[in-house]
C-alpha cells in the first residue's frame, strides 16, 4: 500500500494563479480531509469528506474548493491564490472519521508570491 | 469552541531526560484526545490515544493519561532518545462520528546526545 500520496511536493504560484493539490489514498478510507500548517499556528482544517460525493467546509474554508467524486481521491482546488495561501498543505485519511486513526500524506509545500 | 493548548516549545534535553509536555482541553462534550508526532520533512502519523476518562494511551514508551478533572492529556516518556526529535502535537475530536480534530499549535523536541 502507498498510503496516503500528495503532488506536487512543492509548488510556486503568482498571486491570482489557480491551482489543484493532489491527494489519494489507496486504503479505501471514508473520511478525508485537508489540512494547511503555518508556523506557530498548528494544523488548520480547511475541508473534509465522509464519502464520495459528500464535503464540508472545515476553520479556514474561504479560497479553496473540494470535490469527492470517487474514494480514493479527495483534491483542492485554490481559485484564485493570495499570499495568505502560501503554507504546507496536509491531507489525511481514517476509515470513518476524526476519532480514528488518521493517516497523513507527506505534505506540498506552496509558496504564492 | 472546543481547544487545545499545549506548552510552547522548543524543548531541549539530553539523551536519557524525561519528558513532560503539557496538554490541556476545553470542550463542550467527551472529547477522543490524541498525541501526534511529525518528524523532520515527513507528515503527521498517530502517536497515541485515549478515548475516555482516565484511559491511558501509550506507544514506543511515551504515556498519556485522560484527565478529565483536570482536562488534561499530558505527554510522558522516562528516557527520551535522539530519535524522539520532533514537533509533537496534541489533538482532540469530539465524540464518534468526530468530523474534525482540533490540534494545539505542536511543540518542537530536540534530544541532543
Known amino acids: 500500500n502507498a498510503g496516503v500520496t500528495q503532488t506536487p511536493k512543492f509548488q510556486v504560484l503568482k498571486t491570482g494563479q489557480s491551482m489543484t493539490l493532489q491527494c489519494a489514498q489507496d486504503?479505501?478510507?471514508?473520511?478525508m480531509s485537508w489540512y494547511r500548517q503555518d508556523p506557530g499556528m498548528g494544523l488548520r482544517l480547511i475541508h473534509y469528506?465522509?464519502?464520495?460525493?459528500?464535503?464540508d467546509q472545515g476553520e479556514v474554508p474561504n479560497g479553496y474548493n473540494v470535490s469527492r467524486s470517487t474514494t480514493e481521491d479527495f483534491p483542492l482546488r485554490l481559485l484564485s491564490a493570495a499570499p495568505s495561501q502560501t503554507s504546507v498543505y496536509f491531507c489525511?485519511?481514517?476509515?470513518?472519521?476524526?476519532?480514528?486513526?488518521?493517516?497523513f500524506g507527506p505534505g506540498t509545500r506552496l509558496t504564492v508570491l | 469552541g472546543d481547544s487545545v493548548t499545549q506548552m510552547e516549545g522548543p524543548v531541549t534535553l539530553s539523551e536519557e531526560a524525561f519528558l513532560t509536555i503539557n496538554c490541556t482541553y476545553t470542550?463542550?462534550?467527551?472529547?477522543?484526545l490524541f498525541w501526534y508526532v511529525q518528524y523532520p520533512g515527513e507528515g503527521l502519523q498517530l502517536l497515541l490515544k485515549?478515548?475516555?476518562?482516565?484511559d491511558k494511551g501509550s506507544n514506543k514508551g511515551f504515556e498519556a493519561t485522560y484527565r478529565k478533572e483536570t482536562t488534561s492529556f499530558h505527554l510522558e516518556k522516562g528516557s527520551v532518545q535522539v530519535s524522539d526529535s520532533a514537533v509533537y502535537f496534541c489533538?482532540?475530536?469530539?465524540?464518534?462520528?468526530?468530523?474534525?480534530?482540533?490540534f494545539g499549535k505542536g511543540t518542537s523536541l530536540l534530544v541532543t546526545p
Open positions: 489525511a485519511s481514517s476509515l470513518a472519521g476524526a476519532t480514528d486513526t488518521q493517516y
Open positions: 486504503m479505501n478510507h471514508e473520511y
Open positions: 469528506s465522509v464519502g464520495a460525493g459528500i464535503t
Open positions: 470542550a463542550t462534550g467527551y472529547p477522543s
Open positions: 485515549a478515548t475516555k476518562a482516565d
Open positions: 489533538a482532540l475530536s469530539d465524540p464518534p462520528p468526530g468530523y474534525a480534530l482540533n
